[in-house]
């Protein structure tokens, strides 16, 4: 059988990033462009920012792709591209990207939901055994995502207000840390001491939903009511006390969900899945449980256009093809 080899964009937020991947699970070239730096000092992502900056580096970066791979266009049989969610003005430069190169060279266009790219991230390391669950945790996303086979999702849990990255990015900021905060607060985490109670989100019996904003809450609180009284809190332990609440409701709630369902395996996916604390909880929690746990490497799980690729590729096998009436669409749905 011929190889399939699919070009892949992705532009959602602040990384413009291009990808080839093979059969759906080897990586060929992998090339992120990130803006970080541009939006550091706003303290978060400016959108209006964010679209001219993917302006700017997309042809570079799909260049990049081409001489990493080594592939000529004749070598490509279609081209993927996040279409949400994300800010609708990045994802317009990327969906336009698409549409342009997918009509000049003759290829099919394939549209792919952000999520469905963060898990399949796992595919490129591991083929999936079903059913399994996935845990996606991002700036933007909080969710338990159960799969009985290949592109079909069905979300068993969801934030209801902050997603867990946007929590952490949040804390980091009341702490006067630069933007990304989740890294940083994962750093401090590992000096401090959980000298703080904060609440566990656990909502209704058996709901598998999160919430992050009554912590987050909590933590302005008691920094505040700490500074009032003059007593000294070291930012180690609001940050070790802060990740611990957080990460205790993920494990938990993910391996209840786990359990349940009955699944073969557990997958962690977006940029949280980075956080030591998280992994290393996880672990301890999975083992001798009879269920697999894996991990992407840290540098798929922040957004990458490689894991685009690899959830176009199911797609592309599946015959999914998108025609020129492919939009961003902000709000898409997994
Ligand atoms: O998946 P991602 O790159 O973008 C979205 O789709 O949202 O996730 C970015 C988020 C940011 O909120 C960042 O602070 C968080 O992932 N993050 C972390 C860590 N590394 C990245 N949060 C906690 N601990 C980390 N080590
Ligand atoms: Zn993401």
Redesign the pocket.
Known sequence: KKDTCILAIET????TAAAIVKNGTELLANVVASQIESHKRFGGVVPEIASRHHVEAITDVISEAFSQSGLEWDDIDAIAVTEGP?LVGALLIGVSAAKALSFAKKKPLIGVH?IAG?IYANRLIEEFEFPLLALI?????TELVLMKGHGEFEVIGQTRDD????A??KV?RMLSLP?????H???LAADGEETIEFPRAYLEEGSFDFSFSGLKSAVINTIHNAKQRGKELKDEDIAASF?ASVVEVLVEKTFKAAKQYNVKEVIV??????????RNKLAERFENSGIPLHFPP?HL???NAAMIGAAAHIAYEQGRRHGMDLNANPGLEL
Do not use: F, M, W
């Not at 945790?137 to 996303?141: A, E, K, Q, T």
């Not at 997603?163 to 946007?166: I, K, V």
């Not at 933007?179 to 890294?183: D, I, K, L, R, S």
């Not at 977006?270 to 030591?276: F, I, L, R």
């Open positions: 959602s937020c602040d990384e994300g952000h963060h945790v991002s700036g933007g996303h997603a867990c990255g946007e952490y990015d980091a933007y990304p905060g989740g890294p607060i994962d750093r990740q996916a977006g940029g949280v899945a980075a956080n030591k604390g998280l840290i799980c922040t957004d």
